[in-house]
């Protein structure tokens, strides 16, 4: 069965520090990977989405990018992060076999002071 | 660009009872998916039921049910014989190629 890891769970960063948050997929392949924030008590804003190594398409413009150097491996990450970037980011994945269902990964929870 | 709605922030609803929540979407495609999904207090997504637009039927799944009305643009949620694991907060999702996600709805379960 597939199952989407994702980490750290918590997160509490300075101002101008880098970030790094890896999400990694099993029991399948080729995936299309998703990387989604949620603001408090509001929905999922699409951040980045890759459909293959090295291919990562952007939806916002920000202090944010992706890479996927491995095919079931998303990350995401800043060079610094600005106090905006705070909030619950959620990886997500959906097959390439035409199943629509996002399947998402617990969530990281990004606080920065 | 499409545009997902959901207008009840919050809904309340006794134990045992039946409570519907509204989603309306805006698109111009014929053929796209809706879906519900369930963020209860642990923050992970689950699907709850989904829907093509190409089915006229509604989709049902044990005490979840949607009433979709396309012409309408029209994607609501039935909850039935709600249980206290149902609180939580109910995302619709519509997709054609990415997903859109409305803001959610608070859903309470008093015992």
């Known amino acids: 069965s597939q199952t989407i890891h994702q980490w750290p769970a918590t997160l509490v960063q300075p101002v101008g520090s880098p970030l790094s948050l890896e999400c990694t997929v099993e029991?399948?392949?080729?995936?299309?990977l998703y990387w989604y924030r949620q603001a408090a008590g509001r929905g999922l804003q699409l951040l980045f989405y890759s459909v293959g190594i090295g291919q990562i398409s952007s939806e916002v413009p920000q202090n944010l990018s992706a890479s996927r150097p491995q095919d079931r491996q998303f990350i995401l990450s800043s060079k610094k992060l600005l106090l905006s970037d705070s909030g619950f980011y959620l990886c997500a994945w959906r097959g390439p076999s035409g199943a629509n269902v996002l399947t998402f990964g617990a969530g990281s929870r990004l606080t920065v002071l | 660009a499409q545009t997902v709605t959901q207008s009840q922030p919050e809904m309340s609803v006794q134990e045992a009872e039946t409570v519907t929540l509204s989603c309306t979407y805006d698109t111009s495609e014929s053929d796209y998916y809706l879906f519900w999904y369930k963020q209860p207090p642990s923050r992970q997504m689950i699907l709850v039921i989904r829907q093509e637009a190409y089915k006229q039927q509604n989709a049902t799944e044990n005490r979840f049910s949607v009433n979709f009305q396309k012409a309408a643009k029209s994607f609501s949620l039935k909850i039935s014989d709600s249980q206290l694991g149902d609180a939580a907060m109910y995302f619709c999702?519509?997709?054609?190629?990415?997903?859109?996600f409305g803001d959610g709805t608070t859903l309470t379960v008093k015992p």
């Open positions: 029991g399948t392949s080729n995936p299309n």
């Open positions: 999702a519509y997709r054609v190629g990415k997903s859109t």
